[in-house]
């Protein structure tokens, strides 16, 4: 059975470190893939708010969006091939899955699992020659938003072969990592989900009435209307499982401290809701 983190303490530097270095490696190994493929997931704070306070925890795995429409005529495969033709990439245990070990010191390597996305009208099986049987992306409905506006970061660190480097990625926007982070909230039980969403709107630039005027905005507004019903849903009060998924994250329950995570949560989404 696969460890699933819940705790900020099950997010352990090494592993923070070792998914960084995975994240430098995609960057490199796909740069001719550049424009079809986005970061999203737990490592979007990150990279876009790098001075907040407090720091957000990074991740410890990586999530790539690939967009449909710019991987047909056998760029699919040819992508899957970039990677597993590194020989440091293997299929893991979901069929969306690869993984791979990472040698940071002289401790046993750490495992990071790299996890490919695309919207839920896609088909990338239909791409030829079929390379791995059984793999293919997870169909997330919500992670159409990440083609909306990515941003495209130059990020800087190790490999996974220690070389030093810089490559640029795209990066899903803040308001669409919240929507995407919304739908994830109501379709899983993943603590980090609303420690990531909280993160963001805390942190957002030029505050939550700017992503609410964003989200407003939009011209395509299915999604948007799903997120904010799933947000309201979910935290309705103090009591509701949104507040109280940020207290189990930071390992409190029970106490005073664990009220504050949670009106904190609580707080800060109702502010976005009020303002929509």
Known sequence: ???????????????VSAAHRVLMDIGQV???F???IVVVGGWVPDLLIPGGEPQHIGSID????????????GRYAELLNALLGTGRYRIGAKPFQLVTSVHLDDQPPVIVDLEFLASAEVNLKKNKPKLVDDFRVLQFPACAV??????????????ISGAENSVRLLVSSLSDFIIMKAHA???????KDVYDLCHCLAAYPEGIDALANDWQQRSSKL?????????GAKFKTVAHYGPQQLAIFHGETGTEEAALHARR????VQKLLAML
Not at 1 to 13: A, G, K, L, S, T
Not at 223 to 231: D, P, R, Y
Not at 265 to 268: D, F, K, P
């Open 265 to 268: 949560a609580y707080e800060l």
């Open 34 to 36: 550049h424009d079809s």
């Open 185 to 191: 909230i109501g379709g899983r039980d993943k603590p």
């Open 1 to 15: 059975m696969n460890f699933e983190p819940r705790r900020e303490i099950d997010y352990q530097d090494r592993q």
């Open 146 to 159: 990440a083609f909306e506006s990515p941003i495209d970061v130059e990020i800087h660190g190790r490999m």
């Open 62 to 73: 990586v999530d790539i969006a690939l967009d449909a429409r710019k991987l047909n005529d």
């Open 30 to 32: 796909l740069a001719s």
């Open 223 to 231: 999604l948007v209307e799903q997120a904010v019903a799933i947000l």
